[in-house]
Structure formats: C-alpha cells, structure tokens
C-alpha cells in the first residue's frame, strides 16, 4: 500500500521560502514510473495544482506559480520535495503532496497547514 | 476563478441518485481524461474516478463518470448520509501544461 506523508514548518515569514518535503511509502519513486505532484488548498477554497516531477527529473509547473515554484528529487530517500520562495499571506494553505499519472492523482499524503505569517 | 466549471452545491434525498457538472475546454476535458475527488471536511481528497469513467479499487458502482465534448458528469447513486462532501473534477491542460481542477461542488444529502 503506497502511502505519502508531507512534513515541513507549519510557520513561514512572508517574503520567505517555504519547504516541504514528500516522504513515500510503499513504491520507490526512483523506479517508478509515475508523476509526483504538489497541490494545495487554502481554507474553504478550492484544489490548485502546484506542479509534478518524473523520476526523469522532468518537472512541470502551474504557470501562475512558475516562476517561484521548484520540485526535486531526493531518490535515496525516497522522497520529493517543494520550494516556493517569495510568498506572501495568499500561499496560506493546506499542501498535499501525491503520487499520479497524466490526469489522476491517488493516494493523496494527509495534507499538512502552511501558515504565511510575520 | 478555476479552468474547470463545477456547480458550488447540488443537493438529493437519500437513496436518490444525484449528477454535477464539470465544464472545459478543447485544451482540457475536450482533449483529455477526466478524473473525480471526494473530499470530507478536514480530510485529503479521495479518488474516486479516473480516465472519464473507471472506477480505482475498492469504489462501489454507485459512483459513475462520462464525458461528453468538453464536459464531463459524476453520478452518484443510492445517496447516503455519509456521501455529504465536497467533489472535485480534474484533468491536464494542454494548453497551460498544467493540472487543473473544478472550484468544487458541495453535495448535500437532505
């Protein structure tokens, strides 16, 4: 059973850089041939996809966050990880992290609150 | 203002059965596969179709998908209490070459 866990500070000052990390279970994302995918949810909003890696490295990202947004790859521990930088009280949200194909996402990591706040 | 178009409520009696809506465009639905979420308050959504009309594992029949030009439709049948939640269409954008989402539909279940 694959499983994601999303772990990372709770508490970012704004015009920082927020950093998730994506720990999975039960697949190895090194040999997998799936995507892996950061989406987030502000409270009582709606989904926003946040962008996806390959084990190739190859990343896309939702072009309104393109140019702060980087996805990576750490395969020997078999994880992935989010870096937004410069963000401001509108990045307040709950991130999930997933594994996926072209146009599903399953599982989903249990979600973990960024709050944006000084 | 989300690329994918859902009805923010739709409401039905239990044990009827219930549709919402999921509007695109050529770039998305019209041109690729459609995917449906469950989400529960204070819960990571749930998947409950993929590819227009499959059903994941361990998914009752109850819940159905289709897909019609650049719409697609969730049907859910046999309505139960505990099917109150918010879903949620998806799909890839081909023009944005980005995922993409509805704005989320609540169902009620009266």
């Known amino acids: 059973q694959v499983q994601l866990q999303e772990s990372g500070p709770g508490l970012v000052k704004p015009s920082q850089t927020l950093s998730l990390t994506c720990t999975v279970s039960?697949?190895?994302?090194?040999?997998?041939?799936?995507?892996w995918s950061w989406i987030r949810q502000p409270a009582g909003k709606g989904l926003e996809w946040i962008g996806r890696?390959?084990?190739?490295?190859?990343?896309n990202y939702n072009p309104s966050l393109r140019s702060r947004v980087t996805i990576s790859l750490d395969t020997s521990k078999n994880q992935f990880s989010l870096k937004l930088s410069s963000v401001t009280a509108a990045d307040t949200a709950v991130y999930y992290c997933?594994?996926?194909?072209?146009?599903?996402?399953?599982?989903w990591g249990q979600g973990t609150l960024v709050t944006v706040s000084s | 203002q989300s690329v994918l178009t859902q009805p923010p409520s739709v409401s039905a009696a239990p044990g009827q059965k219930v549709t919402i809506s999921c509007s695109g465009s050529?770039?998305?639905?019209?041109?690729?596969?459609v995917s449906w979420y469950r989400q529960l308050p204070g819960t990571a959504p749930k998947f409950l179709i993929y590819?227009?009309?499959k059903r994941p594992s361990g998914i009752p029949d109850r819940f159905s998908g289709s897909k019609s030009g650049t719409s697609a439709t969730l049907g859910i049948t046999g309505l139960q209490t505990g099917d109150e939640a918010d879903y949620y269409c998806?799909?890839?954008?081909?023009?944005?070459?980005?995922?993409?989402f509805g704005g989320g539909t609540k169902l009620t279940v009266l």
């Open positions: 590819d227009n009309n």
């Open positions: 997933s594994r996926g194909w072209l146009t599903w996402f399953d599982p």
């Open positions: 050529s770039s998305n639905i019209g041109n690729n596969y």
């Open positions: 998806g799909t890839w954008d081909s023009s944005l070459s980005a995922g993409v």
């Open positions: 890696i390959r084990t190739s490295g190859s990343t």
């Open positions: 039960g697949d190895s994302i090194s040999s997998s041939d799936y995507y």
